[in-house]
């Protein structure tokens, strides 16, 4: 500005400021009425339009903290303040950054105005505490603009001209003020613009670290899930290098970062398997052998193509899982579960207990073992029992009946077929109970029923430790502890010509055989006891139980051992009123008919037994009888039975016999 017209405005400012102060009046219209309204605010806030005294608020510690606050803005700002320096050379100007407070944070300028820049660090320059000013200006109205001379509400900053702009977020919120200042006559009407175009670029560097750090932190973030999860990725480019792998995928490859990258996957994977991999449609997932230290493995991969903005293909993500990890998961959520424990198998008799002592012994090894028992004596619960107590556990428990398949069936169901092996086969084929119980355990019931042919395949794969899917070439290595069952007796069988003779030999190297319930009467009421408390639906969980009932039920045979006494339990249980004793005619027909006349009750003890039974049962039926007859009087019934009253009742004691 020519300096007449500039002196000529400054004094028209200064006229009017002097009314202002002097009346509080404005009569100059020419006036700006946004310093008008300032001035406004400063009288009202109180601000002394003629102090000269400036107060520093923040000094030392405080204002040293202030400014740390502000680092990462005043790194951005201080580079473009320089800038602004150079260009405006050594006019005497000062280039500030105040915070979004109007807290003077960092000045710079000349040497020779090395006390002023000094002096003002750490001064507020609100509108509230200093009056009109331009950087209160830009702060309240979020705008840049230029107060000359004596528009400034106090006269300390009448010969001063400053250009100021505010420096906003991303939201628009404000974040500080970029100003220049200098004397009238020094500042250029220029310099406005030269200061919001530094304001406006020191904005868009912050946005451009915002976002940096946005990226960084959604990196670390992506990073982090990719070492957790615990599926192996790999990213391949379009070319098949690899560029990228997670931790999960270099423990299954067992190898390094270093060894991974820059190698092609069909190099790493041994397999021309990259072309393949790449065609498979989402949600599709491919078997892939891979070599790992010499052994062998077989993963599921899937794989998802990743395009850049312009909708190249950049690489390839393929997510791939270990079958074994992935049928143990599938077993244990939708397959047989092993649930009992040697604690769920009831029984106190020296027959049981030797069997759990056994299954026990064995539990802690991995040799292959045989039960053999009638049906319904805990076969398969001992083999979960086993299973449950082995170093196994936490792998699949998988059951297959081999009696209850097809006989054609038997040998894809355990090995496993590949596509097109038979007519029916499944696309992609499918693995057998072998693959699915990798790492656990494999429970074939019925084992007597198999198949010859397949015995022969079982023995192989005993032996090899290795499965061939049936119609395929690829061996397959699985690590299973094999239960087998049966109720037949195998020895028999192998002389008959229906059990191979080296399988017998090598799943009998540990035999342990399930009692049947007639070698074990004395259980019976403690199995009674147990199913009666577990079926009984009321709240009364007294064991209503007569000693006719526990009688008839240690007399009969079960055929279908406890299996056949937990049905019959449950039958009585939904019979027997409420209140009401159980009896022995609450018994099923078929138990009363199979225990003939003795449903009557004993009458004759001695001519009615036809079948023979033990002598604690005798005894303790004769001891029921001669009660009976004697009205429950001890010394007649002692009488009847020729024995000495405290014999008598030491036995009613040891009979649990009720009065
Ligand atoms: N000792 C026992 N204690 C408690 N319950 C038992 C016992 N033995 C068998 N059971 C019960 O009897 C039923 C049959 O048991 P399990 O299936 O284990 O017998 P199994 O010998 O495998 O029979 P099968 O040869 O017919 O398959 C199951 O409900 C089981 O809970």
Redesign the pocket.
Known sequence: MPSKKLHQETEKYRKAWEKYVATGLVADPTMRKIIIASWRRSRAYGVDPHSTSLEIELTGERFQQRREAFKPILDIALPFMESIYNAVGESGMIISFSDANGYILERIGADNVFSELQRFRGMNLSEERMGTNAIALALKKGMALQVIGAEHFNVVFHNKTTSAAPIKDIDGNILGVLSVSGTCETVHPHTLGMVLASALAIEHEIRLKQINDDLTIANEHLDAIMQSISEGIITVNDAGVITDSNLHARKVMRRSLDELVGKTLDQVIKNPVFDFITQLSANEEREVQYYANGRKKTLLVSSKPIYAQDKTLKEYLLIFRETKRVYSQVNKLFGSKAI?TFD????ESKE?QDAIRMAKLVSATDATIL?H????????????GIHNASQRKNHSFVFI?CGAIPRDLVASELFGYVEGAFTSARKGGNPGKFELADGGTLFL??IGDMPLDTQANLLRVLETKEVVRVGGNEVIPVDVRVIA???KDLAAEVEKGNFRSDLFYRLNVMPIK?PSLRERRE?IKK?IN??YSQFVNRDDQRLLIDESFYLQMMQYDWP????E??NVMQLVTNIVGEGEYLSSKHLPIYVKDALGASSQLPQQISGELTRVSPLSVVERQAILKALDAADNNLAKAAKLLEIGRSTLYRKIEKYDIKL
Do not use: C, P, W
């Open positions: 009992y769920d198998i009831l029984g049981i039960l028992g009638e049906s319904g004596t805990g076969k398969e619960m001992f083999a979960q009946n019931d019925e069952a049966t109720h399930t259980d199995l147990r199913f279908g051992n406890v299996r006494l937990q």
